[in-house]
């Protein structure tokens, strides 16, 4: 289906943005505060509960001792630590202020009034926002449980279409595409409309049948894999993102792109966490022992989980009074657990969760225990400051 821009009536005798622009729901980010709670698990924006790598932090602390310089437009040293990671040729690589930076970039590189967008019902909201802010027209592809269906994004498919959005796995959902499925895309789109696949959670999946899109991104002609550092390696605050993809796609970015989009201590510190490798793991296994943990206790309570690969999982209420997301949110809140309310992405019976500390999984899942038997909501409230 396409969705059709409507604006507000511009009011005369002032500056109006262009048309697309206040048709934007402007990105409301997971909240991080329970108010008059001790103490907050912050379990809404899908970070990591290790953090960044020491080193990653000591590179950071270092840059953060001159600041009077302006930084290397070219992000030479990330660049060369990606390329050294994947062992890919850094000119194939464009680094971006997070993945959003990327995602809007290619928007505006390759997208304007009268073109076409295409993404799945669920995908990363980041999408819709880039198309209006280029001008143009999101066309959204229905899925099929909750997973994108290359079907249903295939036949949307028009002269129109510029781009095609894919987050694999998906934000919400933590549902994702066999690597057989990606390339049966790419291969029934035209040759002109590029692939974008945006593999923000690749780190975390486990499964045989699965690949980044790193080999596409390498060979075709029309795709870019984007990724970020803001997930598994803890640097969501630094604001590091980066794609690889064909020459002449990295060429026309680099035209738009901001000359200092990147800063100082982002470069060194992005350097620093993609050599440590050992980290990265130890991210991996902690996130591989308790998500299936976490989707067999909440399972056990009555609840449905959509099974998942990424470090976080999609929770389903119920349309019961006194059982609603809604209110499971509320309570979660009162014990400073603070999920995420996925409304926003058509699913107003859900909740995300993003997997914690060990601390944090054992809190939701007795909240949710509680929650559930009809126990109230006594929790740690202490009537005090919000930390
Ligand atoms: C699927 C997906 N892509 C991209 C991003 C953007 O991440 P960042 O801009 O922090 O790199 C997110 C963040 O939530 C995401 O979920």
């Not at 070219?74 to 994947?86: E, F, K, M």
């Not at 982002?266 to 996130?287: Q, R, S, Y």
Request: proline content about 7%; aromatic content about 6%; some cysteine.
């Amino acid at each position: 289906m396409t969705a059709v821009l409507k604006d507000p009536i511009p009011a005369p005798g002032r500056p109006e943005p262009r048309p697309g622009v206040l048709a934007i729901e402007a990105y409301v980010p997971g909240k991080s505060h329970a108010p008059g709670v001790e103490k907050v698990f912050k379990l809404s924006s899908n970070e990591t509960p290790l953090g960044p790598s020491e080193k990653a932090l000591a590179a950071f602390a270092e840059a953060g001792r001159k600041l009077e310089d302006y930084p290397d437009g070219s992000a030479t040293v990330l660049r060369q630590a990606i390329a050294t990671a994947y062992g890919l040729d850094p000119a194939r690589i464009i680094c971006g202020a997070g993945s959003d930076e990327i995602l809007n970039l290619v928007a505006h590189t390759y997208v304007g009034p009268g073109d076409e967008v295409i993404f799945s019902e669920h995908g990363f909201l980041v999408y819709k926002i880039a198309t209006l802010a280029s001008g143009g027209t999101p066309v959204v592809a229905k899925e099929r449980d909750l997973t994108a269906d290359v079907d249903a994004i295939l036949a949307l498919v028009t002269p129109q279409t510029r781009l095609v959005f894919l987050a694999n796995p998906n934000n919400p959902t933590g549902t994702y595409l066999p690597f057989d499925e990606v390339r049966r895309l790419h291969a029934g789109l035209p040759a002109n409309v590029l692939l974008v696949l945006d593999a923000a959670y690749a780190e975390y999946v486990r499964r045989n049948d699965y690949e980044t899109g790193l080999e596409l991104a390498l060979t075709a002609d029309n795709v870019l894999m984007s990724r970020t550092f803001s997930k598994i390696h803890g640097l969501a605050a630094l604001r590091i993102g980066w794609a690889v993809g064909p020459a002449h796609v990295i060429d026309a970015m680099n035209r738009v792109r901001g000359p200092f989009n990147m800063n100082t201590p982002a470069l060194l510190a992005g350097a620093a966490a993609i050599a440590d490798a050992a980290h990265v793991e130890k991210a991996v296994a902690h996130n591989a022992r308790w998500l299936p943990w976490l989707t067999e206790q909440i399972e056990g309570l009555g609840l449905k989980v959509t099974p998942s690969v990424a470090n976080f999982l999609l929770i389903h209420f119920p349309d019961t009074p006194g059982r609603t997301a809604k209110e499971a949110d509320a309570f979660l809140m009162k014990r400073g657990l603070v999920l995420r309310q996925v409304a926003s992405y058509g699913l107003p019976h859900a909740l995300r969760m993003t997997v914690g500390t060990e601390e944090a999984n054992h809190l939701v899942v007795a909240a949710l225990t509680d929650f559930m038997s009809g126990n109230g909501p006594a929790g740690q409230e202490t009537g005090g400051k919000d930390k």
